[in-house]
């Protein structure tokens, strides 16, 4: 039982020998842990640096540091459970550093947390109560990975992991015991000796497991790029992407040294779940292995040994991976740097992408099309050109410009703007944004499209743009930055949303389950505009994977335009998911996921659900008067 | 091996083609453009006989200034040098004049094979290479989709009529003109741009080359194709109109 006193947990009046030995085990434990991490560190600080770097402003650091870090944020709401669990074991540690300086202080004899003094008292009873929460956090993590195990832990049992579990409730176990035995007494020696033990054998496995997370995660979300899938622009005449090692940069060899692989990428990735080669979290153990093993001055291929090139070409660029990291890797920059190191040096050889790339080097747009095309939809649907003095210009992009299911989407759209009287323009020519390009990693056609739109919007004196396509949205308002100023540009969710008020609604129960695209959700933050919209012509459903867990409709990156040849197809399992939601209607967003639906919908038959864009079921409530003027 | 490829800068695809106030050329202001289409597959050949057998590639285009950026687009793809012949008139040359200034740089190159495309997407005379080969005295072969390196010489797969294709061989140094569709060409990256820009571009101008002499051919007129429209509705039953559409497509457009 409790004393009536406590004399929490600390015994005094070690012998000489017992110091002594102390110090010798705690040395060596320090030095052991060195030995491993200082390789580790050699390696992260040899990188490269990173050009575009810059600490400041340190506000965002400092809050995305508070967020994730100390209030473990994402872990939680993204797992709410298991991320309690690990929060747990977190604060739990937080609480018991000082704990720990004292117990080795007391080692020495010099412990300085008195007992007996109040805030030594609250102290030990503080973390006492983190210790019982972090033993049972530790508990159920361990019950979860060796009972329950999820399967993107992978197949294999992580042995290390069951044993780190142990140390930590022997930890939390012996420190919590102490409560119960007298200062004085045989045990109290025993148990501060156990919890000595174990501290200093827990100490050398940090480094060399993924618990390397402990000391690098913190590091690792504080310096992260911070905005979602930033690209860095290439640095000089000899940077081509991520091709060796001497191309890794400092945050690319953090991030691999951070992986906690919890497999949370694994768990949301549209590649991963559909039978294909791509795997995030082994993309990123890939590249800790040939830091470990060749080093960040080698010259031997990222992509060969350790990493496959097929995989980095499964990537959707869905970016739930990214999202979902707690550690603040970023995958995006990583999958897409492996790219333009094989495409910019010519060494990835791929039918569809090269077909791809000389439409794009040739052409204006990525569906190989001519330009007329364009020219002869914008003559039928009498859309008038842009001039500067209307309010906004019509980004029409490759789908809206070329694609039949693209175009209806802006017929319609163009309906609702005559009807809510906004001005607007097309441009007399436009080139693809690059979007698919940029992904796929080949940065001269992506350059050289940039470059010749953002001329052809300087001449035009564009300021604001609206657009149908997502992808074109954020290529635009962010990817071109590298080359220029972009005008503002808006999704027509956004304007939709905007302008509902003044909208006719249908008095509808029609169930419509709204589709996430990824790059209006995870990459721009647009999840409520378009529901509203949804809202506004029926009953909006969700679908069981939505807001910035959305499942990918598998076109990004560049990947509608190339053959998808293994496992399921993304957009079939998706579109199941859709369907069984019971709904009459898909409400779309994005005319990259409307094109992969429909084909995945065709394959249904005829008890499928309609497949309509916002703007569609936004003209629909339009007066007859507001009729398209051609079909 | 040695090989030049002869290549041209035509308008891009995509690009809107305005004729020009004199009526016998195009408006060159603001015009995009790009490498020939049968050129493009010509340097892919020479590229990948580069590859298998080791040696050279040489560019050689006529025309003014714009043209370098044409060739850098073939070294940035794996040329190793260019020589640029400087002429402004190039559009005024017929056939004849341009594969005589073609000639005179490659003589000089004295190479094992001499590749072209087959016809120029602008002109479309399919005149130049043929003609090269003449001027050369060379032995040549038009149309080819496949070259290969034999001990005698070349081996090279040449398309006919109606799906035929015919297999000759024939001695080195020879004159190839290289229809489009036998290879798949490689896409430009940005490490061959950047490589580029250290290799060796020639200037040489027209008159270095030696006078020619007036066109044999003269360009008088060009127009914008007129457009008309010919649809017909088939009726009757799907087999009716089935069997109609067989008979116009065997007798009227002759395709079947």
């Known amino acids: 039982m409790i004393s009536s006193l406590p004399t929490l947990s600390e015994p005094q009046h070690f012998l000489f020998q017992e110091k002594l030995l102390f110090v010798v085990l705690a040395a060596g434990s320090g030095l052991l842990f060195w030995r491993r991490f200082s390789p580790i560190l050699t390696k992260i600080l040899a990188s490269k640096r990173d050009a575009d770097f810059r600490l400041f ?52 004899g010099i412990g300085f947390l008195d007992p007996s003094g109040w805030f030594g008292r609250f102290y030990f009873y503080f973390a006492a109560a983190f210790a019982v929460a972090c033993a049972a956090g530790i508990l159920g993590l361990f019950v979860r990975r060796f009972l329950v195990r999820p399967r993107w832990l992978g197949d294999k049992l992580s042995w290390e992991s069951g044993f780190i579990a142990l140390l930590i409730f022997l930890l939390m176990a012996t420190y919590l015991a102490a409560f119960f035995v007298a200062d004085t007494s045989a045990t109290a020696r025993l148990l501060w000796w156990a919890h000595t033990i174990t501290l200093l054998v827990f100490l050398p496995i940090i480094p060399h497991t993924k618990h390397l997370h402990l000391v690098l995660s913190p590091a690792t979300v504080f310096l992260s790029r911070g905005s979602f899938s930033h690209i860095p622009p290439l640095a000089g005449d000899e940077d081509f992407g991520l091709v060796a090692g001497t191309d890794l940069t400092r945050l690319v060899s953090l991030q691999a040294y951070s992986c906690v692989e919890c497999g949370r990428c694994t768990e949301h990735c549209p590649a991963a779940n559909t039978g294909k080669l791509l795997n995030p979290k082994e993309i990123i153990l890939g590249l800790r292995s040939y830091l470990n093993e060749c080093g960040p001055a080698s010259a031997e291929p990222l992509l060969g040994k350790y990493n496959s090139q097929e995989a980095a070409f499964e990537c959707t660029t869905c970016g739930a991976c990214e999202f979902q990291c707690p550690v603040g890797i970023e995958h995006l920059p990583i999958l897409i740097g492996l790219r333009r190191g094989a495409v910019n040096t010519g060494a990835w050889e791929d039918d569809y992408g090269a077909k791809l790339f000389l439409a794009l080097e040739r052409g204006s747009n990525a569906l190989g099309m001519s330009a007329t095309e364009r020219d002869k939809f914008i003559q039928k649907q009498e859309l008038p050109y842009f001039d500067g003095s209307q309010e906004f210009c019509l980004w029409l992009g490759c789908m809206g410009g070329y694609d039949p299911k693209g175009r209806e989407i802006v017929a319609d759209f163009v309906r609702v703007m005559k009807y809510l009287g906004t001005s607007y323009g097309v441009l007399r020519k436009e080139k693809c944004t690059g979007d698919p390009v940029r992904r796929l990693g080949n940065d001269l056609v992506y350059q050289q499209l940039a470059e010749a739109n953002l001329e052809t919007m300087a001449q035009a004196k ?11 949205v954020r290529t635009i308002q962010e990817d071109w930055k590298e080359y220029g100023t972009p005008p503002a540009i808006e999704h027509h969710s956004e304007f939709l949303a905007r302008h509902l008020s003044q909208l006719p609604t249908v008095q509808s129960q029609e169930k419509i389950v709204y589709h996430d695209p990824c790059y209006l959700g995870r990459y721009r933050d647009v999840y409520e505009e378009p529901r509203a919209v949804v809202s506004h012509a029926g009953q909006l459903v969700e679908a069981p994977r939505s807001h910035e867990r959305s499942f990918c409709c598998g076109a990004g990156g560049g990947l509608a335009f190339l053959g998808e040849e293994k496992g399921e197809r993304v957009s079939h399992v998706r579109a199941a998911e859709l369907v069984e939601t019971g709904a009459g209607i898909i409400g779309t967003a994005c005319p990259f996921c409307n094109t992969m639906f429909r084909d995945a919908l065709a394959s249904k038959g005829n008890g499928a659900p309609q497949l309509l864009d916002i703007a569609q079921l936004t003209a629909r409530a339009l007066p007859a008067s507001a009729a398209p003027t051609t079909k | 091996m040695k090989i030049v490829v002869a290549i041209k800068q035509v308008p891009e695809r995509d690009a809107q083609v305005h004729i020009h106030s004199t009526s ?49 687009e073939a070294l940035a793809k794996g040329a190793d040098r260019a020589i640029h012949i400087d002429c402004d008139d190039l559009n005024q040359r017929d056939a004849l004049g341009v594969a005589r200034l073609l000639s005179e740089a490659i003589r000089a190159e004295t190479p094992d094979l001499t590749l072209t495309g087959l016809q120029s997407d602008d002109l479309g005379y399919g005149q130049t290479g043929v003609i090269l080969a003449e001027l050369l005295g060379l032995p040549h072969a038009s149309l080819i989709l496949h070259v290969e390196k034999t001990e005698a010489g070349l081996t090279v797969k040449r398309e006919l ?11 080195v140094p020879a004159v190839l003109t290289i229809q489009s569709g036998g290879n798949k060409l490689r896409y430009a990256t940005l490490m061959g741009i950047k490589k580029a820009k250290t290799k060796e571009i020639r200037r040489v101008t027209s008159q270095d080359i030696g006078k020619v002499a007036p066109p044999v051919v003269v360009l008088e007129r060009i127009s914008v194709p007129q457009k008309q429209k010919s649809t017909q509705i088939l009726g009757g039953s799907p087999k009716e109109a089935a069997t109609a559409l067989v008979e116009k497509l065997k007798f009227e457009a002759r395709i079947l």
């Not at chain 1, 459970?81 to 080795?104: D, E, Q, R």
């Not at chain 1, 564009?462 to 074109?472: A, G, L, N, R, Y």
């Open chain 1, 462 to 472: 564009v300021k604001k743009v609206v657009s149908i396509c997502p992808h074109c």
């Open chain 2, 161 to 171: 009529e109606e799906g035929w294709f015919q297999t000759i061989e024939l001695p």
């Open chain 1, 57 to 108: 402003p340190l506000g965002r650091r400092v809050w995305d540091f508070f967020l994730e870090v100390v209030c473990q944020a994402k872990v939680i709401r993204q797992r709410p459970l298991p991320g309690l669990a690990h929060a747990f074991v977190f604060w739990g540690f937080c609480a018991f550093a000082l704990v720990t300086l004292n117990h080795c202080a007391v080692g020495l």
């Open chain 2, 24 to 72: 016998n050329w195009i408006e060159e202001e603001d015009m995009q453009w790009a490498l020939n289409e049968s050129d493009a597959y010509a340097l892919e050949e020479a590229l990948q006989l580069k590859e298998k057998h080791g040696g050279e590639v040489v560019v050689v285009s006529a025309g003014p200034e714009r043209v370098g950026s044409t060739i850098r």
